[in-house]
C-alpha cells in the first residue's frame, strides 16, 4: 500500500529527444507526487511537483502527467540536454505525513 | 543562506564503533528527517521528526539512534548494531504542514567502514 514503484532503472537519450521515467502508486490517499532530481554526490532537489486536481502540470521542459484512475505518473523532458543527465526519484505522500520514494532512474543524455 | 548543511562530507568508521552524523537547517523547518541511500535502490527513511523532543521511527531504524533536543539539530547515531552501515546518508527537512510538503534536502554524508 505504500510502495512507489519507479521504471525504467536506467535510461539513455539522445541530445534532443523527449526522457520518460514512470511511475506508479498503490495508496489512493496519496495527494502529494513530487519529482526530484539528484547529481552524483549531491542531495536531491526538488523539480517539480503536481496534486491529483489536475492531469499535467508544465515547467519549462519538464511536465508531470498524472492518471488518476491508473495510479501511475510520468516524467517527461522534452528536448533533454546533457545537462539533465542525474538520477530522478519520483515520490508521494498524504498531507504533511513522510514521502514515499521511487527507486530512481539513473539518466543519461548524450550529445 | 538558507539551508541545510551536513558533516562531516565523509566519515570512516570501525568495526564496533558508534558514529554521528550532523544535520543543522536555519530554513525555521519543524520537520527533519533522515534518509539512507544505497546504489538502486532510491531513499529508504530512518528516522522522521515532526516536533522538538519527538521523533518516530522510519521503515529501516534498527541500529540507529536520533535525537530532536533544537529545532535546528537532529542528528543521527549510526550504532555498532547496524551491521551494514556503508552507505549515503541524507538529511531533509520540510514546513510540516499539509499543503507544504516540499522536502529540502542538504549535501549529504557518505559513510564507509574501514
Known amino acids: 500500500q505504500q510502495q512507489v514503484k519507479q521504471s525504467p532503472q536506467s535510461l539513455i537519450v539522445q541530445k534532443g529527444g523527449i526522457s520518460i521515467i514512470n511511475c506508479a502508486y498503490e495508496?489512493?490517499?496519496?495527494?502529494?507526487f513530487p519529482w526530484y532530481q539528484q547529481f552524483p554526490g549531491k542531495g536531491p532537489a526538488l523539480l517539480i511537483a503536481i496534486r491529483p486536481d489536475v492531469s499535467e502540470k508544465k515547467e519549462g521542459r519538464f511536465t508531470i502527467s498524472f492518471n488518476k484512475s491508473a495510479k501511475q505518473f510520468s516524467l517527461h523532458i522534452m528536448d533533454s540536454q546533457p545537462g539533465d543527465s542525474a538520477t530522478y526519484f519520483c515520490?508521494?505522500?498524504?498531507?504533511?505525513?513522510?514521502?514515499?520514494f521511487g527507486q530512481g532512474t539513473r539518466l543519461t543524455i548524450n550529445p | 543562506d538558507g539551508g541545510i548543511t551536513q558533516s562531516p562530507k565523509y566519515l570512516f568508521r570501525k568495526e564496533g564503533q558508534n558514529v554521528t552524523l550532523s544535520c543543522e537547517q536555519n530554513l525555521n523547518h519543524d520537520a527533519m528527517y533522515w534518509y539512507r541511500q544505497d546504489p538502486g535502490q532510491g531513499l529508504r527513511l530512518i528516522y522522521y521528526?515532526?516536533?522538538?523532543?519527538?521523533?518516530q521511527k522510519g521503515d529501516i531504524a534498527e541500529g540507529y539512534s536520533v535525537s530532536r533536543e533544537k529545532k535546528e539539530s537532529f542528528p543521527l547515531t549510526v550504532t555498532s548494531a547496524q551491521k551494514n552501515p556503508t552507505a549515503f546518508y541524507l538529511c531533509a527537512s520540510s514546513i510540516g504542514l499539509a499543503g507544504v510538503e516540499t522536502q529540502y534536502f542538504g549535501p549529504g554524508t557518505r559513510l564507509l567502514v574501514l
Open positions: 515520490a508521494a505522500g498524504k498531507g504533511a505525513q513522510k514521502l514515499v
Open positions: 521528526s515532526q516536533i522538538v523532543n519527538d521523533f
Open positions: 495508496n489512493t490517499a496519496f495527494d502529494y
